[in-house]
């Protein structure tokens, strides 16, 4: 039995490793590439560090309460009063204007803080009032009794005399005022 020994270009060479040149020099051998298994260790290690490095940054900074900045200082100074102040409530309740004596049908005066339906408890037309009954005068046109913002037609604060047109089928509201009397 012979041994045979290939020679040199016998052999497949592999793809990273090239025959060497007439030259004398060798070159260099290019970088082996990861296997796959390799790759997805890779892959697994850069996610890590993404997540750490998020998770990292959203810890430090969530919590106010414990960061070490300076606060302001605060300071609260009470003040005693005689009494505590107190909230009247009142209602207007009204007989009907037949049972007052008077002629039936809607008024022609607003007596007082109320909400007037304009042609069944108030007649319409323009009313007039001497101003303020203590420190300020609120009226309002509203559209209906909601009490929502969109109602308003028109309203005012007001401290002096006031005129004010209301028409059938509007409410009107006062608060805070002199009487209103009819005026046209």
Known sequence: MTNHVPSAGSYPQPPYQQPIAQSGRQPAAPTPRPTPRGRRFLAHSLTAVVSLIIGVGVGSGGDAENSASPRPTVTVTETEQAEPPSTVVETA?????????????????????????????????????????????????LKNASGELDAIIANDNTKGQTRVAVKKGEYFETNGCQDWKRAG
Request: net charge negative; hydrophobic share 25%.
């Open 93 to 141: 309740t009204s007989e009907p204007l037949a049972a007052q004596g008077k002629e039936s049908g809607p008024r022609t005066v607003v007596p007082g803080d109320g909400q007037y339906l304009v042609g069944e408890d108030i007649k319409p037309g323009t009313y007039k009032t001497a101003g303020a009954d203590g420190d300020n005068c609120y009226w309002a046109r």
